[in-house]
């Protein structure tokens, strides 16, 4: 009796092969983009932006100012910066302007600290450091007005 081994052909499935690359290649793009994440959570906290150092010292003084939150790409935001670029000028020099971009990484602890969730915001701070504030756009006479009052206060 003869036996007959019965063998395999080793066979690569070409198929298998790109599928493999391509998830190699993923793999290696989210954990560069994991590490660049964690990088950026671990200076952000520690960062100070100038808006908080400002808006503290301001306080501290006793002067008026006006926080202004938005960012340079929503409509309503676009809006209000021109009627803040229209107003404020009368102001200047009376009434502190702190300019808050809300996509600023060095704005992040501001922006939790004071729980800015809309935008555009403005706050309103007098002399005693007392705040209103005021979320969307504000007409130019609404705008004035308010910061007159300050100017009064």
């Given amino acids: ?59 501290e003084e006793g002067k008026p100012v006006f926080v202004f939150y938005h960012s340079t790409d929503c409509y309503t935001c676009k809006v209000m910066m021109a009627t803040v670029a229209e107003i404020y000028p009368e102001f200047q020099g009376v009434v502190a302007l702190i300019d808050v971009d809300v996509y600023d990484p060095a704005n992040q602890n501001l922006l939790r600290a004071k729980q800015i969730r809309s935008i555009p915001t403005q706050v309103f701070y007098d002399n005693k450091g007392e705040s209103t504030v005021i979320i969307g756009v504000m007409e130019p006479d609404a705008l004035r007005q308010l910061l007159n009052t300050l100017t009064e206060g």
């Avoid at 190699?24 to 906290?45: E, F, M, N, W, Y």
Wanted: hydrophobic share 45%; net charge positive; aromatic share 2%.
């Fill in 1 to 59: 009796m003869t036996r007959k081994h019965l063998t395999r052909k080793k066979t690569t499935n070409k198929a298998n092969i790109p599928l493999i690359v391509i998830l190699g290649c993923l793999a290696v793009v989210i954990s560069v983009i994991l590490l660049s994440k964690v990088g950026d959570s671990k200076a952000t906290p520690a960062s100070t932006g100038v808006a908080d150092s400002m808006l503290e010292s301001f306080i």
